[in-house]
């Protein structure tokens, strides 16, 4: 069946960085453009950065422009999101999820399998 396995959340100061991964398994990877929400509590699920079936194509958002970059292996069916000078504001349950190929999206309805989240925590 399809799953999606974030790993590398964790609780970190401000000012570091983190690197999540996503393993997907049960469906064709290279069929699917990925991206990476997250949802703080009491607050909807926000878009972060998608990338293209064949890695080529990235759309990140603007408040983590500079910070936060995406990219994928397709060898190992594996997409990442690194961090960097994480504020106390990104604590949050971060999840990846994927859609359908063609042009990026960064709607939360535009995709239709969703991992369970990795919870990171920035707080010193």
Partial sequence: QVELVESGGGLVPPGES????CKASGFTFTNYNMGWFRQAPGKEREFLATISWSG???GVA????GRFTISRDNDVNTV???MNNLKSEDTAEYLCAAGPKGFLRNSVSDF???GQGTQVTVSS
């Fill in 18 to 21: 983190l690197r999540l991964s």
């Fill in 56 to 58: 080529g194509s990235t």
């Fill in 62 to 65: 603007d408040f983590v422009k």
């Fill in 80 to 82: 990442f999101l690194q």
């Fill in 112 to 114: 239709g399998f969703w």
